[in-house]
């Protein structure tokens, strides 16, 4: 390219204006793994609190809705994910120890958790981490991935383990639901020691989403969140969904805009 209005002979280059196109995006080819999910759901005494004003629904009564809405939905995704289920009370136990892709093996163990009436106090997740880890490595054989979903209710009681930090062989993610801070309980210090186990033992990125408001939409807001497969997740400081809605406005008509704009008559 020459500038105007010289010779040719001294014509001097202009620098190229055209941008550079940013290289490529390209992810890697890797195998997409099924899924063992196992549940772990908090039945302590304040799995009994009620929810927030209107229907008389208990926080356990909205973690089953939550668990079939995410074993249903999970399924219609892919048919070949699997589902079993343990309880917390002082510590972990097997509440169905058989992984299925059956919806009335899921139906049939989520109706058989119950509360228990009183506090247990303690809540140790060392035997969680070891049944995790011990099926962890059945599913690996299997060329499958293993995910462990605990939902938490204590508002003071932390949770604790003892797990070596260098065993990393499952994902982890947790739903906490505990009462508004006050001067009796201190969920921010149980939070905290959540963040923590999950940060202790998961492989892919693990998510935990807690909420003090007892509302039901907002635990299947998060639960819906949980589906995202863990190969597949950006971290959590990343995420920017759900989206809130908001509403808006008509757009306006040539008429409405041409009638705005006219100058007010003067009298």
């Not at 063992?36 to 926080?59: N, P």
């Not at 809705?65 to 009370?89: C, E, G, W, Y």
């Amino acid at each position: 390219m020459l500038m105007e209005g010289g010779p040719a002979t001294a014509a001097i280059p202009l620098r190229s204006t055209a941008t550079v196109a940013p290289p490529r995006y390209s992810l890697p080819p890797c195998r997409f793994y099924g899924e063992d999910v196992l549940f772990c759901v908090d039945v302590d005494v304040e799995s009994k609190a009620e929810m927030a004003k209107g229907r008389a629904i208990t926080r356990l009564d909205a973690i089953k809705q939550a668990v079939l809405l995410f074993v249903h939905t999970k399924l219609s995704m892919n048919p070949d994910h699997r589902f079993a289920f343990s309880i917390l009370a002082q510590s972990v136990s097997w509440l169905r120890k058989e992984f299925s892709s059956e919806v009335d093996s899921a139906l049939s163990a989520v109706r058989a958790i119950t509360a228990a009436d009183s506090s247990y106090g303690l809540a140790d997740i060392t035997q969680l981490f070891r049944i995790a880890a011990h099926e962890a490595k059945k599913s690996r054989a299997q060329g499958r991935l293993f995910r462990v979903i605990l939902i938490y209710c204590r508002s003071s009681a932390c949770p604790q383990h003892q797990w070596p930090v260098s065993q990393k062989l499952f994902t982890m993610d947790v739903i906490y639901l505990h009462d508004k801070p006050s001067s009796e309980n201190c969920p921010q210090k149980v939070y905290d020691a959540l963040v923590d186990a999950l940060e202790h033992v998961s492989e892919y990125e693990g998510y935990i989403f807690e909420s003090g408001q007892g509302l039901t939409r907002v635990l299947f807001r998060q639960m819906c969140m949980l589906l995202s497969h863990p190969q597949q997740r950006c971290v959590q400081d990343d995420l920017d969904f759900p989206k809130s809605l908001v509403r808006k406005s008509p757009p306006q008509t040539d008429a409405a805009v041409s009638e705005d704009s006219m100058p007010g008559s003067s009298q």
